[in-house]
């Protein structure tokens, strides 16, 4: 894998879809590419978020912790970017991900990912986009459960 | 110290100092014979008739050519005793003059190892390193001529004085007539100058002190942005500076110019005077002449008296001002650090404070009124506990012996601890506070430093080595010096109980796993190059241990994560020059900065045929990063961190990819070849992803390292090839073990590696041997290589090495994480179960573990006794615990 196919990957990530293919090579060579075997964890429930990674090649699972022990949430491939609302938020990671089998992923810093939200509006405002849908999504369910409980509530009374 | 310098060099150099006044007196004849002969030469040997000859000397008689040989004989001889003479006297003042600075620099150093602790809160370190070094240094060119110069001197115008008075009393009065002008006058303007000059050295003093303020506190600086405040203090002090070296200027010229204007302005009297004299009569005009010929004499010795008097009061000066900084109130007695008992009985006993005065010498008498008491038992395990204000840091400052109170009495059974010299304290006793200092130098010199209190066995000198010692020590106390050999054994064996270097260092380790910093300083020595040569045994274990860890990375299936040198294969985690050399240079022939350059290199590259492809290379990189960092602004850490070209010489490549455009490798110069080559140099295959060096260029490159090595013989090469049978003594212990490079991209391989390392040492049993080799670590100046945290381990292991009879703790842990601070506390607990564990501690709940706590508050003991019986509601102890 060399920097030029690397920036064409990155290009078809939808935050990054609108940048230039110059400042994606950039972007891909101040990254690190990482290689991961497979059920290698990439970071924990918990870890501080450092980073936010694309993938390359391959899978991985998104594991939540449950009363009833791990379970996989999700699964992402390849062109997908994943880690990257810790960043944002400078909170530590809300789920552990792990590598489904071999795993290639380019790991780009927080620094860098910060700098690059900086420098171009447009990954900017695809970020707050992203934000505002799930901030949509959670207030949805958050609409649907309160309505669930009161429903249960009115039975039971 | 001596009130005077005169003092100081009668004191001392008298008799040195009357030597050089007889062998000045004695070379005086000589000198006048020297300038005697020249004209019997001519008078007597070659401008005279031949009939007087033959003449007789010492009874044989000469012709005259016989004769002149003869006087030219003498006047040889006289040329060559009077250079003996100037040569012996100016080497004679100089050793005089560098004995007594020599002793000065010694007087001074002493008396600040003397200063009472608090003096060093007012006294900065810059100020001291000026006086002692720098202010001392013209004291030593005054000392050699102090007494022989204005001896020989003062006599040559007293003789020519009498000489001219006989000739004529009144011009030789007229002669001297202004002296009494210059003897009120120059003084006056002297003590102008003089004034001036002390101010010099304050403002030097200030500025030394401030130039060493700044450089300790170079943070403090740049984080808050105050370069330019510091800038304009500084430019005030040189200015301030300036201004009075101006003035010295101007008030040394000045008397330089009344001096002068006074020399010459005397035979204006003679010329007038003298000549009015002559024409009425009353004076020969042979005397007249005679008297000015005289005048003229004195003009030399009067100027070097004068030059004399100038150096002579600026060496009072700068002496009255050394005396005012080191002639301070309230020194250690001298007895206190030089008195060595002759036995050594341990300190154990009841320990009773009475009334000890808590307070500093610039506090008011209201502060810990009455002082402290208490009493405990020894040896047991003391807690005292006690927030800001307590006094309970100036207790344990008087329990270490640091601070002797004014009032008050401190005994612990037999010993009185307040009169007891260093050697008791300093040896029975030891003391840890929250501040440690180290000295640069390895980590063992450091942990060894409390045992070297005198020197134990001599140095091993051979013949030369012993006789070039006693001339050395011989000399040191003509120059009233220590005569102790700073090269000899000082390490008290005994003292840490131990019998021998092999047992001292086994011990040295166990005090380090009690404070808990035995696995720090053996990843210190993981990191460390030894000399295969100087521990064989740990070479052979290294190199069994680089096999190991490779059947266990094949074993773990995770071989992978290491990528090991393969003489017959590309390694793509290394550099291309790296992988070029494959090995380590053992000096400057291949500078890894200029590899590019070196003729050998390029000659291997054009040998292999890859010379012009390595620059076509290097022409991609620099467009690659030209591309690439085109956007990025010059300030930015990108470059810093990524670019294989700085941001400054990113237009310099721009221009030369610019002009060498249509140009084909084999076109370009020299210089563009070598720019174009460096960044090929340094790709490194699997971190850069510039998919440059492919899989046929990567075999020509093991081809050209083949190449490379052969070319440059076998042995005795600059380079330390990798050889997995071979130990590399220019790498790391860990670079050894692992003979390979972790491979890219591979998340937390790093830790993963470590443990395994670990583990392969455990098991061959190296860890000891690595750990000795942590000990050679070098800490840097006052241990700024080491953490605060190390320094703090290091500091307690250091007084827990000399086995104290009582060991003084103030808060000195409180710099380390809760865990190691607990294991720490129960190893020194058990390590101490029959000795004194005397510990101030920064938490309260810290005492449950000591035999014995003591409150105190306001200088006061409120509570004593066990912590479980003490920490109940109500007490001032349980308060504390509670607020943690």
Known sequence: MDLKTEAEMLHKVPMFSRLELSKLKLLAFTSELCTFDGGEVLFEAGDAADSAYVIMEGEVEIVVETGAGPVVEGVLGPNELFGELGVLTNSPRSATIRARDGLVALRISDEMFLKLLAENPEAALDVMRQLSDKLVRSQDQFIGLQKQLREQESVRA | MESTIFKFVLKYSLREQILLLVLTVASFPFFYLLLYLPKVIVNEAIDTDASAFPVEVFGVELGQIEYLLTLCAAFLGLVLVNGGFKYFLNVYRGVVGERMLRRLRYDLFVRMLRFPLPRFRRTSQGELVSTIVAETEPLGGYIGDSIALPAFQGGMLVTLLIFMFIEDPVLGAAAIALYPIQAWLIPKLQKKLNARKKEKIRLARALSERIGEVATGIREIHTHDTTRLERADYTGRVGDIYRVRVQIYRLKFFIKFINNFIAQITPFFFYSIGG?????????????????????????????????????????????????????????????????????????????????????????????????????????????????????????????????????????????????????????????????????????DNLLYGLKHRPIRDAAYDGPGRAQWERRRTEAARAGNSLHDFHADWIDYAGAGVADVDSMRARAIEVLSIVDMDDDVYQLGLQSSVAPDAVPELARGVLEARKMLRTRLADLRVAHLVDPFDRDAYNVNMTVAENLLFGTPKDRTFDPEDLAGNAYVRKVLDDVGLMDDFVGIGRQVAEVMVDLFADVEPGSELFEQFSFISAEDLPEFRGLLARTESDRPDDLDGDDRTMFLSLTFRLVPARHRLGL???????????????????????????????????????????????????????????????????????????????????????????????????????????????????????????????????????????????????????????????????????????????????RPGTVLHRMALAG
């Open chain 2, 276 to 444: 009015y004299l002559v024409i009425e009569g009353d004076l020969t005009f042979g005397s007249l002449v005679a008297v000015i010929a005289a005048y003229e004499k004195l003009a030399d010795p009067w100027k070097e008296l004068l030059n004399f008097y100038q150096v002579k009061e600026d060496a009072k000066g700068k002496y009255e001002l050394l005396l005012e900084s080191f002639q301070v109130p309230g020194m250690i007695e001298q007895e206190q650090i030089d008195v060595e008992p002759e036995t050594q009985t341990p300190i154990t006993g009841v320990l009773v404070a009475t009334n000890l005065d808590l307070k500093e010498e610039d506090e008011s008498e209201t502060t810990f009124p009455g002082g402290l008491s208490l009493t405990a038992d020894l040896p047991a395990s003391l807690a005292i506990v006690g927030g800001p204000g307590s006094g309970s840091d100036r207790f344990a400052h008087i329990l270490a012996g640091l601070k002797r109170p004014a009032t008050g009495q401190l005994l612990a059974g037999a010993f009185d601890l307040l009169t007891s010299p260093e050697a008791v304290t300093g040896r029975q006793i030891a003391y840890v506070g929250p501040e440690t200092s180290l000295f640069s130098g390895t980590l063992r």
């Open chain 2, 693 to 871: 060096i492919d899989e046929p260029m990567q075999e020509r490159l093991v081809l050209a390292r083949r190449r490379f090595s052969e070319g440059l013989g076998a042995d005795r090469t600059p380079i330390e090839f990798f050889d997995p049978e071979r130990y590399n003594a220019s790498v790391s212990i860990l670079d050894n073990i692992l003979f390979g490079r972790l491979a890219y991209g591979r998340q937390r391989s790093a830790q993963r590696i470590g443990g395994l390392i670990g583990e392969v040492v455990d098991a061959l049993d190296l860890r000891r041997a690595i750990t000795e080799c942590g000990l050679d670590y070098p800490v840097g100046i006052a241990g700024s290589r080491l953490s605060t945290a190390q320094r703090q381990k290091l500091a307690i292991a250091r007084s827990v090495l000399k086995r104290p009879d009582v060991l003084v703790i103030d808060r000195a842990t409180a710099a380390l994480d809760a865990s190691a601070q607990d294991r720490i506390l129960d190893n020194l607990l058990k390590e101490f179960g029959s000795r004194a564990l005397i510990w101030v501690v920064h938490r309260a709940s810290l005492a449950e573990r000591f035999d014995e706590t003591i409150v105190l508050e306001g200088g006061k003991v409120v509570e004593q006794g066990a912590f479980a019986e003490l920490n």
